[in-house]
């Protein structure tokens, strides 16, 4: 499969077509009857388009839940993939529905492409669009890390969600010399991953890494927790130190940070004293606390 071929496709099949009318800026909504102008600048936009927040709950914290992935990333995903016509395929998390009707030109049969979706009522409103396009994909709604073993083995697999373990199930449900494209992480609570492409012999999968990508967790991987500790619990020891919660943000710090210390985990939380970040060992009780101008 050729960048070229997939970029094609990638013009040809309109993003918008699958992208409801209520989307999200941060955690403000965007109606696209009341303010038409703004919900097209951000679904034409080279970026990720928030579609759902809470699952779909009222009330919650306005944490993105599902979203329709930026079009350059969609891309060099499908490239990684290297799908060929009439190739048997699963897709991992259908979201919108686009990358569902994306995956079947390339395929170029609908009938060998399987989405599946943890979330029903996702899983409706992209069903509903990829019929209304006119790809009637196999829309399952059920826990992805399962995979769908009724119609395995699949020559491609290919999840729009991120995991800390590959899981077995996709190792069983490939074909010998398959191939499984996923973002990835060492830990399930930071935002920093990478996309990894896998080749599947024998059973075991092994890969490389292509870029840097940052997606929603697959549901039973999402870690729920928050700080091991009281924010507020009183330190043994306090003392100034270089550097600032910036590094967080760097992906290329963290991610070979956490695969070379895997025993830690961090975050950040608002407080009376401003935005914290917290860091906690996962085998033993060592905790800090980082504020701007000073270290607990």
């Not at 979203?67 to 499908?78: E, K, N, R």
């Not at 092994?206 to 009281?230: K, T, Y």
Request: hydrophobic share 40%.
């Amino acid at each position: 499969m050729t960048e070229t071929l997939v970029s094609t496709v990638v013009e040809q099949v309109p993003r918008h077509r699958f992208i409801p009318d209520r989307i999200w800026d941060g955690t403000e909504p965007v109606d696209r009857t009341q303010t038409p102008d703004r919900w097209w600048q951000l679904v034409d936009a080279d970026t990720a388009v928030v579609t759902q927040i809470d699952e779909g709950r009222v009330g919650g914290m306005g944490v993105p839940t599902s979203s329709s992935s930026a079009p350059s990333v969609v891309a060099a995903m499908l490239d990684a993939l290297d799908v060929q016509p009439g190739q048997q395929v699963l897709e991992i998390g259908t979201g919108t529905g686009w990358n569902a009707a994306l995956l079947c030109e390339l395929v170029g049969d609908a009938d060998r492409v399987t989405t599946i979706e943890v979330d029903p009522v996702v899983a409706a409103q992209a069903r509903k669009a990829l019929g209304a396009a006119g790809y009637e994909v196999r829309v399952v709604v059920g826990d992805g890390a399962e995979g769908f073993p009724a119609l395995a083995p699949y020559d491609r697999i290919i999840a729009t969600c991120a995991v800390w373990e590959v899981p077995h199930a996709w190792l069983t449900q490939v074909r010998d010399g398959g191939i499984i494209v996923t973002p990835w992480s060492p830990q399930r609570f930071g935002p920093h991953g990478a996309l990894a492409r896998l080749q599947v012999r024998d059973g075991a999968a092994e890969g490389r890494f292509l870029q840097e990508a940052a997606f929603m967790w697959l549901r039973s991987q999402r870690w729920s927790g928050g700080p091991p500790h009281d924010l507020e619990a009183d330190p043994e020891e306090t003392r100034m130190v270089d550097g600032g919660q910036e590094l967080l943000a760097d992906t290329t710090v963290m991610l070979p940070l956490t695969l070379m210390v895997p025993h830690w985990n961090y975050g950040l939380r608002s407080s009376a004293d401003g935005l914290v970040m917290w860091l906690s060992a996962t085998d033993s009780p060592s905790w800090a606390r980082v504020y701007p101008d000073r270290v607990e």
